[in-house]
């Protein structure tokens, strides 16, 4: 299993990917989009911090398909904006 700080760090990558090409969109709906990507990193680092899980392998499994789920999402997003 990689570690908590591997984890943490594709979370900022794809996020910040994301946000980076919003920006090189940058229509009246792409504030959104980026508030969106704020927002779903929030709870990601929240959920990646959490110490109370009873299967920590099932836990960050569950949170790097989350990532891939809501990644995939925005970036759809971004491609109807352009």
Same mark, same amino acid.
Do not use: C, W
């Given at each position: 299993?990689?570690?908590?700080? =591997?984890?943490?760090?594709? !979370? $900022? /990558?794809?996020? *910040?990917? #994301?946000? +980076?090409?919003? /920006?090189?969109? $940058?229509? =009246? %709906?792409?504030?959104?989009? @980026? =508030?969106?990507? #704020? +927002?779903?990193?929030?709870?990601? !680092?929240?959920?990646?911090?959490?110490? $109370?899980?009873? $299967?920590? %392998?099932?836990?960050? %499994?569950? !949170?790097?398909?989350?990532?891939?789920?809501?990644?995939?999402?925005? @970036?759809? %997003? @971004?491609?109807?904006? *352009?």
């Amino acid at each position: 299993m990689a570690n908590v700080r =591997d984890l943490k760090k594709d !979370i $900022n /990558y794809v996020l *910040g990917d #994301i946000i +980076e090409l919003v /920006y090189n969109v $940058n229509t =009246d %709906k792409s504030e959104a989009i @980026i =508030d969106e990507a #704020i +927002e779903t990193f929030d709870d990601l !680092i929240a959920k990646v911090n959490n110490k $109370n899980v009873e $299967n920590p %392998k099932a836990h960050f %499994k569950a !949170i790097k398909q989350e990532l891939e789920d809501k990644g995939k999402a925005l @970036i759809d %997003k @971004i491609n109807k904006l *352009g």
